[in-house]
């Protein structure tokens, strides 16, 4: 499993734990996330793939 890092605001995006508060289970992959996901901290598209980073 990886992490992910907005790289605007800091908040990082865990694929052991997904984001269940937004309907995303754990264990979902980043490539799984839906193509209109979001930060759910600064708004920053997925899509914004220079604004994004693996972390581990």
């Not at 800091?10 to 734990?17: A, F, K, T």
């Not at 930060?39 to 920053?44: F, M, V």
Request: with cysteine; proline share 7%; net charge negative.
């Amino acid at each position: 499993m990886k992490r992910y890092i907005c790289l605007d605001c800091g908040w990082i995006y865990d694929e052991e734990y997904g984001l269940p508060s937004s309907g995303i289970a754990p264990g979902t992959k980043w490539s799984e996330l839906p193509d209109d996901f979001q930060c759910p901290e600064c708004d920053t598209k997925k899509s914004d793939t220079d604004m994004w980073a693996v972390i581990d």
